[in-house]
């Protein structure tokens, strides 16, 4: 079973920066995809980013939502079974309860229901 643990979410200024990272563990397939999504309160669990276990020639590495595009940036670290979240612009829009998910397979797909794994969430509070 995998198992996904978040961390490094904090109160942040409008403009500033945070990186967030999941830590994993427990994962046998070569191929699977790790992503984050988050929640806002009274609003539905969104897509943010999703990341390949490795590159393809064929497809993009890498996916982000619109509303983060240009200010997020995702990463992995294999050697270190973690993800990245490196966040930056901040918006008090982007204020919410960071989840990591994982599944298998190479396909970065931006729903909720494709995931079967997922950590229990950082907060990350962005102050205007």
């Known amino acids: 079973q995998v198992q996904l643990v978040e961390s490094g979410g904090g109160l942040v200024q409008a403009g500033g920066s945070l990186r967030l990272s999941c830590a994993s563990s427990g994962a046998t397939e070569s191929n699977y995809v790790l992503a984050w999504f988050r929640q806002a309160p009274g609003k539905e669990r969104e897509f943010v980013a999703a990341?390949?276990?490795?590159?393809?020639?064929?497809?993009?590495?890498?996916s982000y939502a619109d509303s983060v595009k240009g200010r997020f940036s995702i990463s992995r670290d294999n050697a270190k079974n973690t993800v990245y979240l490196q966040m930056s612009s901040l918006k008090p829009d982007d204020t919410a309860v960071y989840f990591c998910?994982?599944?298998?397979?190479?396909?970065?797909?931006?729903?909720?229901?494709?995931?079967?794994?997922w950590g229990q969430g950082t907060q990350v509070t962005v102050s205007s």
């Open positions: 998910a994982c599944k298998r397979g190479i396909v970065l797909y931006r729903t909720t229901g494709n995931y079967a794994y």
């Open positions: 990341i390949r276990s490795a590159g393809t020639t064929s497809y993009a590495d890498s």
